[in-house]
Nanobody, 115 residues
Framework: QVQLVESGGGLVQPGGSLRLSCGASAGTFSTYTMNWYRQAPGKQRELVATVSTTGTTYYEEFAKGRFTISRDNAKNTVYLQMNSLKPEDTAVYFC?????????WGQGTQVTVSS
């Protein structure tokens, strides 16, 4: 089991940027596929981006060209850089760690994009 804590959310104007961080407690961080999900009010939780154990990335269509997922295994941390933010990006963003044996979630961090 890995403990995950997100940070970096907040209020930002349309067109602005935020960088979310997710710190993991486990020393086996490098063995997990890391994901960012988000959930807006009244909507289902959806995948945002994935980074594999080898650094391969995947983005949902809405995130392509605007968001960047990365990981720093030495710091047991995964990041989500979000640029050109839109009001429809408003959601609670969750960090997820997936292995063959488990799926763990952080508590989430609120991102609000509003003028």
């Amino acid at each position: 089991q890995v403990q995950l804590v997100e940070s970096g959310g907040g209020l930002v104007q349309p067109g602005g940027s935020l960088r979310l961080s997710c710190g993991a407690s486990a020393g086996t961080f490098s063995t997990y596929t890391m994901n960012w999900y988000r959930q807006a009010p009244g909507k289902q939780r959806e995948l945002v981006a994935t980074v594999s154990t080898t650094g391969t990335t995947y983005y949902e269509e809405f995130a392509k060209g605007r968001f960047t997922i990365s990981r720093d295994n030495a710091k047991n941390t995964v990041y989500l850089q979000m640029n050109s933010l839109k009001p429809e990006d408003t959601a609670v963003y969750f960090c997820n760690a997936r292995s063959w044996f488990s799926s763990n979630w952080g508590q989430g961090t609120q991102v609000t994009v509003s003028s």
